[in-house]
């Protein structure tokens, strides 16, 4: 249950975040709608008790011009769960026409820190994953950055993402770029904490890919530039915008556009689904 928190300071755009809240109790709701509506730039907008219903609602109010752009959803609920419900709408979403701030997020709520959870979400599309007991103003900034495109995973869940990875990355069927020897860079354990996994990573220039097998997403891999695959390499060693731009000696702007050209070309909703696409080709390990 979440209490009121005290109004955070954020720049006041013109209009609030448009937030649904998904969740098949009532009173659940009712925290969540309090805290939410708390901000000056966050308001709720919309209810749903389950997953059918918050994907006849999705569509209402798509059809009605206002769509949320970010949906609290709960895990486990009657009739049909909330990452059945989040691939759905994710799915109607993508066929929609619209800019990037009109892009529906999901930031799915659990009471139960469960790998399946975790895993399962990232999958669906899902743009976060929190537990219940997440301090309130953890949560309310977790809406603001998947607003912005960026992704929230609780901390306790993250390594445990990561280890339903190795299991890809140690089989033999994937290719891995290669590098000569004395270009190698080492490897670095997984980071602790809310970060994403560091990881070992292969200039664009020395990589090769040998044309006689397969990894997972290679045509669209393949279609990033040297510049854009480098900076999927950073993305997945976790650096934020503002370290990629440091690394690489670029303009914030700059750095946006690529990590921009990458989620677009490679289809991803935001970095976790890169991070995810770079460890299963064998990108990043």
Do not use: W
Request: proline share 8%; glycine share 4%.
């Amino acid at each position: 249950m979440y209490s009121s928190a005290p109004q955070t300071s954020v720049p006041q755009t013109t209009q609030p975040i448009r937030v649904m809240l998904v969740d098949d109790q009532r009173l659940v709701r009712g925290g969540l709608s309090m805290l939410v509506n708390s901000q000056p730039d966050l308001q709720v907008v919309m209810e749903a008790d389950d997953g059918l219903a918050a994907i006849d609602v999705f569509d209402r109010m798509v059809s009605e011009g206002q769509a949320p752009q970010v949906i609290l959803m709960d895990v486990r609920m009657p009739h049909c769960d909330g990452l059945e419900a989040a691939r759905r709408i994710l799915e109607r979403d993508g066929e929609r026409e619209v800019s990037e701030d009109e892009r529906v997020r999901i930031i799915m709520l659990t009471t139960f820190d469960i790998d399946e959870y975790v895993y399962s979400a990232v999958r669906a599309g899902a743009s976060g994953f929190l537990l219940k007991d997440t301090p309130p103003e953890q949560l309310l900034e977790a809406i603001r950055t998947v607003h912005r495109g960026d992704a929230v995973i609780a901390p306790s869940a993250t390594r445990r993402l990561l280890e339903h990875m190795i299991p890809v990355l140690d089989s033999p069927a994937p290719v891995v770029p290669t590098a000569p020897a004395a270009e190698s860079v080492p490897a670095i354990p997984p980071a602790a904490g809310s970060e994403l996994p560091k990881a070992t990573f292969i200039p664009a220039e020395h990589a090769s890919f040998e044309p006689v097998q397969d990894y997972p997403h290679r045509e669209l891999i393949e279609q990033l530039s040297p510049r854009e695959f480098e900076v999927l390499g950073l993305i997945a060693r976790g650096l934020s915008n503002a370290e990629i731009t440091r690394e690489l000696v670029l303009s914030e702007a700059t750095v946006k556009t690529h990590v921009s050209h990458v989620l677009a070309k490679l289809g991803a909703r935001d970095r976790v689904q890169a991070v995810i696409m770079a460890y299963e080709a064998g990108i990043a390990h």
